[in-house]
């Protein structure tokens, strides 16, 4: 599923190249924060006395984001993108070795307001897109997880994101640094809890706002879109 994943986005990214804009290429730290996903995990280490290394809270990972500029009006731009954001955390107990990853997907659409109206400079953008989720757990080694309860939770949301991007002139392109926070009000993923704490209902409810931040570097393929004026 994650080969299959990447290969379309390597894909669609190779495609838009060959268009007459620009492709923003950014990566990164990313750091992503689910409060009731974070109780359960809380409660799972207060009830596993033996783990010398607690499950640290899935927060912290990296983050690659793809955006595209297809139409200027003015110094308003419009804009698609890809967000993928991975993070993972271990625990360690014995011959205990519990390990949490989740993945996040978030293909957006997005205004970008560019106030030097040209190639180089600040940009901010607002993104508005769908959220959707992969919890997976391994256990000792194997895709398992602890009696009987699921090892993989699936979850889809929404989020609204501010990024700002700051360009500077290479020879042949241009880079510079990003940084963005987004706030989704609600992820619906039931099943997040039975994975994390192997118990359902018990110390979360189904759903769960979340708060997502990136930090990084980009570099813009093509020539970046120019304005018909002020």
């Not at 595209?68 to 890809?82: K, N, P």
């Not at 929404?158 to 360009?167: D, M, Q, T």
Request: proline residues 6%; contains cysteine.
């Amino acid at each position: 599923m994650s080969k299959r994943l990447t290969a379309a986005c390597i894909g669609i990214m190779l495609t838009l190249t060959l268009w007459p804009q620009g492709l923003l290429l950014e990566g990164g730290y990313a750091f992503v924060s689910m409060p009731e996903w974070n109780r359960a995990t809380r409660v799972y280490n207060f009830s596993r006395p033996f783990l010398t290394q607690p499950q640290p809270l899935l927060r912290h990972g990296y983050g690659a984001e793809f955006t595209y500029t297809f139409r200027a009006d003015r110094r308003l731009l419009q804009q698609v993108g890809m967000r993928i954001v991975s993070t993972e955390s271990r625990a360690r107990g014995g011959q205990h070795v519990a390990w949490l990853r989740c993945h996040l997907l978030a293909p957006g659409y997005g205004l970008q307001w560019n106030p030097r109206a040209g190639r180089e400079g600040l940009r901010l953008s607002v993104f508005v897109a769908p959220v959707l989720t992969l919890l997976r757990r391994k256990l000792n080694g194997s895709w398992s997880s602890e009696e009987g309860a699921p090892s993989g939770a699936t979850g889809i949301g929404g989020e609204v994101r501010v990024k700002i991007c700051w360009l500077t002139a290479l020879s042949g392109g241009r880079a510079g640094i990003s940084c963005s926070a987004g706030l989704g009000p609600a992820l619906y993923a039931p099943r997040a809890e039975a994975v994390i704490n192997q118990t359902q209902r018990l110390v979360t409810g189904p759903q769960t706002v979340f708060f997502s931040a990136t930090a990084g570097l980009c570099y813009l393929i093509g020539p970046a879109p120019q304005t018909a004026g002020r």
